[in-house]
């Protein structure tokens, strides 16, 4: 799998809680779409905003990377 495209959603670890805020990328940057959420509800809102969307999903590691999730 390539780099993070434009639309595609990712879930980004905040760092004061460790929860989640979804968000989508743009031309203007990531906007927040939804969150704060566990990872669990991360990852299952990210593959259905990346099946609406028509985009991939990722998920941000404890490491800072971004790790791509597999459509179910």
């Known amino acids: 799998m390539g780099p ?5 959603v990712l879930a980004r670890r905040r760092r004061i809680d460790g ?4 968000r989508q990328r743009t ?7 939804e969150g704060p959420c566990s990872r669990v509800v991360a990852e ?3 593959r259905a905003l990346a099946h609406e969307f028509g985009s991939d999903c990722w998920i941000e ?8 999730l597999e459509p179910d």
């Open 61 to 68: 590691q404890a490491d800072g990377r971004y790790r791509f």
């Open 44 to 46: 299952t809102r990210l």
């Open 4 to 8: 993070i495209q434009l639309n595609d």
């Open 19 to 22: 929860l989640y805020e979804i």
């Open 27 to 33: 031309h203007k940057g990531d906007v927040l779409l």
